[in-house]
């Protein structure tokens, strides 16, 4: 999600990153700079994906598992494979 729809996102549930740094302990900046870097305290941004009632990839998709390296392979053997044909 874009900065703009997670603060939209919020208002509407009527949560502010404020609150959110209040209850973690944590400086209003540090909640803003997750939002709008969309990276940062995993903690935080989990925070932000609950409150949001949204899995954590969907709000930060820097958080999507990535494909292992073994996967990696697999997929560009079958490729590769596939051109042998």
Known sequence: MEAHEIYEKLREK???ARMI??????TNQSVSDVIRNGRGSKRIAEA???VLEKPLDMVFPHYAPKPSHQEKLSVLRNQLLGLSN
């Open 21 to 26: 740094a209040q209850v973690l302990g944590v």
């Open 14 to 16: 009527q949560v502010s």
């Open 48 to 50: 932000i994906a609950t």
